[in-house]
């Protein structure tokens, strides 16, 4: 059951103390649909609530009381399914997944085991060097959230938060294709800026909406696959990684000493930098699934399957090469632009019109430098699209030159003025008058005549020299073409 | 007015129209009867006051010409449906104080439609039972005794103080559930009309769920128009029960066209099971006759793979009964015994909380659908249902309407069959299949046994033709003209 026919990649394969090994990720990402209702009852899902103010009955297993599917969250998962290119099942069914603790009101999870609403799907990685990888999807299926355990408001008692209990969630499970803790970041990006594009979840990791099971394998390079443990509920991409490369370095360590690995359930300590046994094998639940017989099979509409396929937006895979072809952009500044959708419309409306190259530069470096420091989304952004369109106006018709773009835009900033009050008021209007330049200029030749001769003696690298001179005469303000091509010619003997 | 409580839904609506009485009249005289016949323990709750109550506000809407279908008449409730705010049990000690904070759909209806409810009935514990022994508040009495034999005797099960209630007099009608027969049983141990619809005809929101797939609400009642009254009222499909069907529900009365001429009734061969009592042979041969002389015809059918009706009921059915009741854990609801651990909490609570037959089921359910035993089990179990579903199916190509004996016994002494499980899970022998198949089935009181007790007969429907069977009911009644009362023994009766 876990095989891939991923080729192996030498770079991936990393050293034990005994030779090279490969790591076999696979994923299981747990993502909220976002709806304002659960997946069987009405109450509602907001987060942050007080503890047990969204709990119906349904959602409390109260005797009698019945699941009925939200079929807004089956839409979403459909539109989820579709923008994994998977396939959609027509049919599918719903079961009881049985197992007992506190926070598990019915004593059993409604969830989707041998038939879920999407199969066979695949990813398109963007790695942080421009290129790609291919991963598939094994399946998508809806299931409900369990409610909170609170062991920390009692000293002996524990406490049940029921808010969550009966919440939509797709699991969204990877086929073991991944060979580095790299990719797995990337993976779990993708996944996200996909949802996120859908409108399908948040994506919110903090806040528990988006949770991620890790499935962790090593082996010799070329050999059978080696035994797998499973890394519980990791909640940010950052611990993902590192709780990949840690119990695979755990899993190399034992097997190089010639122990066996045990297959079990693991936690991963961020504090400690550790995964630590949660259960073995022997001790994992017989969940006893079967049909829920409270719930028909779920048989989609094949007009709602068309009216989602028809309300898809453009994903990021197709945004990037749209942003490749048309905008002449490198793949990774394609890829960078595209991660999330607000970036991708912010991009596309300085890049309107303009030198799309100078906009994505602009967007990817001073602006996004700007918005990490300030700790804000780019829907946040102090400067608005048209605001930095102004701007690079300003440099396209040489009325600033880029350097002191630079300093236009720390202005505004600050002021929030536009690009075009700042030049105004500060006067910052580049000199283009030729013969403003050259008297500049003459008056630097003149004044420096030793160097001038160096120069024409052969000591190219005094050009720089003069230029900065004039530009520290004219306040930076001469056009930077202009100057050199004016000096080269007075410079010339 | 002494024979208040002989009226039936029909008569006692007719009479209130009429203003030959009043609702409160009507009402108050079977709140006598109940608290007449508390040895029967056919209650678990009574609720007087508030049947009184709503009597009153019937009395007020009847006077304004207003008033539905069932206004002012008093029913009772299986204690299976959950009333809001008013203690709901389901005969187990481990829904101990528990008020529903929600009514039933069913109910809602019954009360929508204006009847008044006297009480909460006693039932088999999670409506797992033949014979009502298993509920946690002891076993209701059947009202009928054999001539010259004062044992007491089982009303059958799982609705058994709803039989027993209807055939005393304590309620004009009453509300059943029927799993693998728990309407039907009842209804032919106690000499009454028992009515399961087809599966999802009635809603199941708000009844404490048994076997999901195979639970089925409906009406028991003394006549067949009470049923056809009854069950026009509880049908309907329900948005919040995913499993009810959107169907539009007829009017059940209104089958009861006493005109059966040229419909054909098949007799399945394979129901003559071994050891059924001679009389209870002779009594479906009479109900042949009967509706022949009506001008039906009989029709030999097979209906071959019955015979694994029973091991496939008694793995389906505690397959789901062990889901369902796991809700049932001390932490939110009922019954709670302390542990150490939450383990040892639920452990000690659900050791407390269920009965013995309960606690077989759980585990018969638990360990058929876990690993490595649930191809040769439940999956088993399921494909052997679609065979007993295609069964009828074929046999409705030859038949309108199915009739067989509702149970191969009258009612059995108390404690009979107590120490054999398998024995009392034969009662439902000609009931199961018919749940297994989700069709409507019947039981109509046809006969007396030679010790004087009554036997039903049982006529099963297509699926959603409840009509069909509703009028071949009405042909058998009229025919079989069932008049023996079970007064007797009863308090408060001349």
Redesign the interface.
Known sequence: MFTSDVVMREETLIDGRTGKWEIIIGLEVHAQVTTLSKLFSGAATAFGAEPNTQVSPVDAGFPGMLPVINEIAVEKAVKTGLGLNAVINQVSVFDRKNYFYADLPSGYQISQYTQPIVGKGRMVLDMADGSTREVGVTRLHLEQDAGKSLHDQHKTLTFVDLNRAGVPLMEIVSEPDMRTAEEAGAYLKKLRSILRYLGTCDGNMEEGSMRCDCNVSVRRPGEPLGTRNEIKNVNSIRFVMQAIEIEARRQIEILEDGGVIKQETRLFDPNRGETRAMRSKEEAHDYRYFPDPDLLPLVLDPAMIERVKASMPELPDAKKARFIADFKLSPYDAGVLVAEQSTAHFFEQVAQGRDAKLAANWVTGDLFGALNKLGVGIEASPISADGLGGLIDLIADNTISGKIAKDVFAAMLETGKSAGDIVESQGLRQVTDTGAIEKSIDEILAAHTDKVSEYRSGKDKLFGFFVGQVMKATAGKANPAMLNDLLRKKLAP | MSDFTDLTLATARAGLAAKKFSAVELTQAHVTAIEQNRALNAFITETPDKALAMAKASDERLARGEGGVLEGLPIAIKDL??TKDIL?T?ASHI?DG?N???E?TITQKLWDAGANCLGKLNLDEFAMGSSNMTSHYGPVINPWTKPGDNRQLVPGGSSGGSAASVAARLALAATGTDTGGSIRQPAGFCGIVGLKPTYGRCS??????F???LDQAGPMTRTVEDAAIMLGVMAGHD?????SAPMPVPDFKAALTGDIRGLRVGIPKEYRVDGMPAEIEALWQQGIDWLKDAGATPVEISLPMTKHALPTYYIIAP??A??N???Y?G???GLRVPGAS??EM?ENTRAAGFGAEVKRRVLIG?YV???GY?DAY?LKAQRLRTLIAKDFEQAFEKCDVILTPTAPSAAFAIGEKMDDPLAMYLNDVFTVPVNLAGLPGMSIPAGLSADGLPLGLQIIGRAFDEETMIRVAGVLESAATFTAKPYSSLAGRA
């Open positions: 449906f959950c709901t389901a829904l528990f529903p904070p929600y039933s199941r929101w708000g009844v404490v769920a076997a999901s797939s948005p919040k029960d995913s499993t397959a789901e062990s889901a009741l796991s809700r854990d932490v939110r609801f939450l383990d639920y638990a659908l876990s690993a649930y439940y």
